[in-house]
């Protein structure tokens, strides 16, 4: 059969009919008599799986692999897939950064390169490279040992997996947070304060820390039981040591305003999303807070955060 025929079965213009013999996908016969290619069923045949394979998005390369090196098709349709699913999950990266980009509403193009090769970059990093670019953030934004301190409470949480997108948005949202905060030095009272502390307190902070995040997280009654306790005796000191509420008033109001300044709790936030653990962890406390606010109203008549709060507004005063 000639070329016109193979076109209407096939439903292929002769110009890609042409185009997969010269790939040598097919291998019709030549008439002596009038130079013209014959066809046959056989390549009907092939014609229409290479039609059907090509809309797949499956190379030539691989339909030749298939037709004349006699690959197999399972094997050819999960490479495909493999490939498809990369493309994918660059798309929805570069998705993701666009929209970034958009709710930021970015006008400086002079810098916009920079910035897009950042957040882009950022989300093909591997587990631990994401671990090592928040634990420098932290350790930039809070030199010293408060950096440290800061690395001990939410570093287990770093170890993040982003597989959804949400989680995408979330660590955008956190990178341009730590990229955008500004570096807090001494002239804090609570960088100043803790900055003081020497190794073997740091070891020791370090290890209550740990310890108290591990015993929550496990649902320990011994750790929660502690928790609670700390409030009402943190309420306890400040009731009745002038001198530690006064310092106490002075540092808390700063360091909320540091947080509110920089809107720290991106960081909270964002960790949620990313980290189960984490969500899991803020949950629990948040509960314990309740139960520690509720005690300390039993035993001396106001709430640990009703105190605070008295106090952030006397402070203001």
């Not at 790939?23 to 130079?35: A, D, F, T, W, Y």
């Not at 170890?159 to 990178?175: F, G, H, M, Y």
């Not at 803790?194 to 190794?199: C, F």
Request: proline share 1%.
């Amino acid at each position: 059969m000639n070329i016109k025929i193979v076109s209407e079965r096939t439903e292929l213009t002769k110009r890609a009919i042409k185009y997969y013999e010269e790939q040598g996908l097919i291998s019709p016969s030549k008439n002596n008599e009038n130079n013209y290619r014959e066809y046959n069923d056989d390549d009907i045949v092939k014609l229409n799986l290479i039609a059907t394979l090509r809309l797949l998005d499956i190379s030539i390369s691989d339909i030749r692999d298939l037709l004349v090196n006699k690959k197999s098709i399972k094997r050819i349709l999960k490479e495909t897939l493999s490939n498809l699913n990369e493309q994918i999950y660059k798309l929805e990266n570069s998705k993701t950064v666009i929209s970034s980009i958009i709710d930021k509403e970015i006008e400086d193009t002079d810098n916009i390169d920079k910035y897009i090769k950042r957040l882009r970059k950022s989300l093909e990093y591997s587990v631990l490279e994401k671990q090592e670019l928040l634990s420098n953030a932290i350790n930039k934004i809070f030199p010293g040992t408060y950096g440290l301190i800061l690395k001990n409470i939410y570093g287990r949480f770093f170890n993040v997996k982003i597989d959804t997108a949400q989680k995408k948005e979330a660590w955008l949202r956190l990178v341009k947070f730590l990229d955008n905060s500004e570096i807090f030095d001494e002239k804090y009272l609570i960088m100043k304060n803790i900055n003081k502390m020497n190794s073997n307190d740091i070891g020791k902070s370090t290890n209550n820390i740990n310890e108290m995040i591990n015993g929550l997280l496990n649902n320990d009654n011994k750790t929660k039981e502690k928790y609670i306790n700390s409030f009402i005796s943190g309420l306890e000191l400040l009731i009745q040591n002038d001198k530690f509420k006064e310092n106490f008033s002075e540092t808390i109001s700063q360091t909320e305003n540091m947080f509110k300044k920089n809107e720290f709790n991106t960081l909270d936030e964002c960790l949620m999303i990313l980290s189960d653990e984490y969500k899991k962890y803020i949950e629990i406390t948040k509960e314990l807070q309740l139960e520690a606010d509720e005690k300390c109203k039993k035993k001396y008549g106001i709430t640990f955060k009703g105190f605070i709060d008295n106090l952030k507004e006397t402070t203001l005063k």
